[in-house]
């Protein structure tokens, strides 16, 4: 009885401290300060920030504009690596710190060579703060032809879109493999590499790139889509089975009645 009381008294204090933890593990003063001043100083960043896909994978201010999240005074300053705001043509490697291979294909292309004469630079396309995730709707007559025709990005749209279906489709019948309780965990790598490998390609804006190279792709998403099929044919197959367990438990349950309706009719 003691010896229970000391156990909860225990987990009472744990509890507490585990519960002061998150509390202060997430207090971001870039966040806090600048959510707190007006315009696009402030609260135009931050709460389209709150809103990108970088929030939710927990990539913050100071991942992108260095500094000290943690130090209010010294927050912005050289010595805690605080770098500002960069200038166009330094924006791509800006984002390529982590985006390692799309910096690359961007380079090669056309748009990263006139970066300095009116090409695009990343948040042309995808905006600074308001990072969704990237999809084939990027490629549209109203960002495109900002700046040229809409003839050529058109082309590309057609050469890689039967290939982005194919991914929409993989990834959807893996979430729906999970949901049935498969370990996926190695598909999901597998499509992962092959779309985020097929989607800097897209950065080359080069017709001909893109059309040699989308074959390879195919071939990888059709191996992905065999293992995807095979393991959906045994689920099926479990279900049929499982279907005809409950069928011949029924037969069996109604034969039974059958029997003891003859014996009591007997009586
Ligand atoms: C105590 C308030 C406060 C904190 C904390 C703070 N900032 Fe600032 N920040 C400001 C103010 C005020 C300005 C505008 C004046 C200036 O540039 O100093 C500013 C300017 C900026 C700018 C624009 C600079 C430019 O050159 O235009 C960026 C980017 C920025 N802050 C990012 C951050 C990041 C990242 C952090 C956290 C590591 C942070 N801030 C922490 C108040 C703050
Ligand atoms: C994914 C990287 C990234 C993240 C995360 C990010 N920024 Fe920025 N920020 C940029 C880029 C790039 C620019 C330059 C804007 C441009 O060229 O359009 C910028 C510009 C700014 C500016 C200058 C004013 C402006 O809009 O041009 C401020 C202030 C700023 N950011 C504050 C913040 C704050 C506060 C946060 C966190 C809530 C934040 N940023 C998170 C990339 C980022
Ligand atoms: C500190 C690392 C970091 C920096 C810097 C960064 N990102 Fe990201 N970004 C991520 C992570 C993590 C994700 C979410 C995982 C993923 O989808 O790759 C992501 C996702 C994205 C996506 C969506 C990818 C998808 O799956 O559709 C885009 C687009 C993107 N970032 C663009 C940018 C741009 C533009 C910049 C510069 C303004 C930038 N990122 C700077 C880490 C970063
Ligand atoms: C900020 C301006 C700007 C925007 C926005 C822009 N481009 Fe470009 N793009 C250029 C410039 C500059 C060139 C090189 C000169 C030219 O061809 O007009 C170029 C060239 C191209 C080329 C020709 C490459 C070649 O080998 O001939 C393609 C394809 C292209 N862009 C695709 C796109 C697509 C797709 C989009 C929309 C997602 C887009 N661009 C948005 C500025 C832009
Ligand atoms: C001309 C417009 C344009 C420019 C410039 C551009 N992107 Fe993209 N980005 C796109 C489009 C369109 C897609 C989707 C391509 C697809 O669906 O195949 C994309 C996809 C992405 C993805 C998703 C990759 C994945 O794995 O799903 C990331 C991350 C990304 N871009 C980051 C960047 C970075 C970083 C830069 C600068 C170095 C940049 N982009 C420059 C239009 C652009």
Redo the contacts with the bound molecule.
């Keep these: 009885m003691k010896k229970i009381f000391i156990r909860a008294n225990l987990l009472f204090f744990l509890l507490i401290f585990v519960g002061t933890l998150p509390a202060a593990a997430v207090t971001d003063v870039c966040i806090d300060c600048h959510g707190g001043l007006a315009g696009q100083l402030g609260e135009i960043p931050t709460a389209e920030w709150q809103t990108s896909i970088h929030a939710r994978h927990r990539i913050s201010c100071h991942h992108c504009h260095g500094g000290d999240p943690t130090d209010y005074v010294k927050a912005m300053t050289a010595e805690r690596g605080f770098v500002g705001v960069p200038e166009h043509s330094e924006v ?1 490697a800006f ?2 710190q982590c ?1 390692v291979g ?2 690359e294909d ?1 380079w090669e292309s056309l ?1 990263g060579q006139v970066i300095d004469f009116g090409g ?3 948040v ?3 905006e600074s703060h308001a990072v969704q995730v ?3 709707d ?2 549209n007559e109203i960002s495109c032809s900002r700046c040229h025709s809409y003839e050529k990005p058109a082309l590309i749209k057609e050469e ?1 879109s039967a290939t ?1 279906a194919m991914l929409s489709r993989l990834e959807a019948s893996i979430a729906s493999l999970y949901r049935v309780g498969i370990d996926t965990g190695h598909l999901e790598d597998e499509l992962f590499a092959t ?2 490998s ?3 390609l ?2 080359s804006v080069d017709i001909d790139k893109i059309r040699a190279e989308t074959a390879g792709f195919d071939a990888d998403l059709e191996q992905t889509k065999a293992t995807i099929d095979e393991l959906e044919n045994t689920l099926g197959k479990r279900k049929i089975a499982g279907g005809a367990l409950v069928l011949l438990l029924l037969l069996g349950g109604c034969i039974a009645l059958l029997i003891r309706r003859t014996y009591e009719g007997h009586e």
């Design positions: 791509p984002c390529g985006h799309v910096e961007y748009h695009p630079n990343c042309t396309c995808h990237a999809t084939i990027l490629i890689i982005e779309r985020n097929f989607r800097r897209f950065h």
